[in-house]
């Protein structure tokens, strides 16, 4: 089922795709940023609460949502180096990393810019912010671990053991403001439609969610295609290219 | 000018909301722009060794 996808293991094909791909993704996204950056600030209602203020929600809960999805990758890619030793899945999960991290200070930081007019504190040590830090530093040891070991395919699989063991920080964000009392505010998107979002106010987060998650593809390619171009180096197809 | 300003004003939170947008941005068109730099640079430097060896004095006589 999955014979079509294999040749992309092979780093020439997988870099080669990727660049064809790119532009297509790349103007994608930027229609969409733009899109969403209306809706955002200018389109969506003001809040009956927290007036202009919510709109820090446009890129609080995309970053967020992407610190987390950014993570998944990262697992899945290590999971897949591990056992099968693809050095595009080594790659792909390596390249992720610094996505990762920067999602998540974002989150961090937005988080705490809304958090201090609204509920009165840039910070507190509550299940949601905390598990979010703790993902931080887990993308942080992950790239700390890779620098500190010189063979490159062994600092694949130690930190492939360390993606997959912080996994399980995921769903404990997730689920943190259901399992715990915390300061930060319960699920953006409800499962059952319990005072949900006017679709004024939802659209243009669909749309910012969509983008950022575009966004990540692009620059994760981009990264890939260097590492792809540093790391197999003497390979012919990477010595004899011209453009 | 009026709607600008009050835009701008973001009914208060002015510093909050664009400090956030602000952050967000430089964040990522920093992570846009270093990958893309690094892009251009290697494959510059491919193309000019790739001109290099295909003429360089690399080969083994047949004698």
């Known amino acids: ?243 | 000018m009026g709607a600008m300003l009050e835009f701008l004003h973001m009914g208060g939170y002015a510093f909050f909301v664009w400090m956030s947008y602000g952050v967000t941005a430089i964040v990522l068109v920093a992570n846009w722009i270093i990958p893309m730099r690094r892009g251009h640079r290697l494959r510059a430097e491919l193309a000019r060794n790739a001109g290099r060896t295909a003429s360089g004095p690399t080969k083994v006589q047949q004698q």
Not at chain 1, 40 to 60: K, N, S, W
């Open chain 1, 1 to 243: 089922m999955f014979e079509p996808f294999y040749k992309y293991a092979a780093p020439q094909q997988f870099y080669l795709t990727a660049g064809r791909l790119l532009p297509w993704l790349a103007a994608l996204m930027l229609l969409l940023l733009l899109g969403g950056l209306y809706g955002g600030l200018i389109f969506a209602p003001t809040h009956y609460e927290q007036g202009e203020g919510y709109r820090i929600i446009y890129v609080h809960v995309p970053s967020a949502w992407m610190s987390m999805f950014v993570y998944m990758v990262m697992a899945g890619a290590s999971a897949t180096a591990l056992i099968w030793r693809i050095k595009v899945a080594e790659v792909v999960a390596s390249a992720s990393a610094p996505l990762g991290a920067s999602f998540t200070l974002l989150a961090l930081v937005t988080g705490s810019l809304w958090g201090k007019p609204m509920w009165g504190t840039y910070w507190v040590w509550d299940a949601r912010l905390t598990s979010e830090l703790l993902l931080l530093f887990l993308y942080l040891g992950f790239m700390a671990l890779e620098a500190a070991i010189d063979d490159k395919r062994q600092a694949a699989r130690s930190c492939a053991v360390l993606a997959l063991v912080g996994v399980v920080n995921i769903p404990i964000i997730h689920y943190s403001v259901e399992w715990w009392s915390t300061l930060h505010q319960g699920p953006t998107i409800s499962k059952f439609g319990e005072r949900p979002m006017h679709p004024h106010m939802a659209i243009p987060l669909l749309t910012m969610a969509v983008a950022f998650n575009l966004y990540y593809v692009v620059v994760l390619l981009m990264r890939v295609r260097n590492l792809l171009l540093e790391r197999e180096s003497g390979a012919s197809w990477v010595r004899e290219m011209e453009s």
